[in-house]
């Protein structure tokens, strides 16, 4: 459940990567969409970090790392790194689940990794707050 693209000898396309999502292609979709068309990130689509993580799309905004989105069958995880600042500054408006997900965070200088998987409309709500945090450093 929840495999990743691992196949690094062929490079998806955006649309593939949105089809081995499955049911949740749509959120896929809008997440990638909210990031380019409203906080102004560019793509590129690249197999990062080693041959565990699969394909991924990542965004940047100018040269600066926001995140990467690893399509799964049947889901999708965002790769994001906000400082223990930001992260407490959203703390209370994010449902449990996201809770969990900043509890159990990759601890990395002043703050960390959350690899957060995207299962319904509700995660993707608060994904796009903390990627908005991320990138204009508001709310």
Request: glycine residues 8%.
């Amino acid at each position: 459940m929840f495999e990743r693209m691992l196949d690094k000898s062929r490079i998806p396309t955006i649309e593939k990567m949105n089809t081995y999502c499955g049911v949740n292609g749509n959120l896929f979709e809008e997440v990638n969409d909210y990031l380019v068309e409203k906080l102004g990130t560019r793509t590129e689509i690249r197999f990062p970090y080693g041959n565990k993580y699969g394909w991924s799309i990542t965004h940047r905004k100018q040269q600066k790392l926001i995140c990467d989105i690893f399509a799964e069958a049947g889901a999708l995880t965002v790769m994001l790194r906000l400082s223990n600042k930001q992260f407490e500054a959203m703390y209370g408006e994010m449902l449990s689940y996201t809770q969990d997900y900043i509890d159990n965070k990759y601890p990395c200088g002043d703050g960390g990794w959350i690899h957060y998987r995207i299962l319904c409309q509700e995660h993707l709500y608060d994904i796009e707050k903390l990627l908005k945090v991320k990138v204009c450093g508001c709310r």
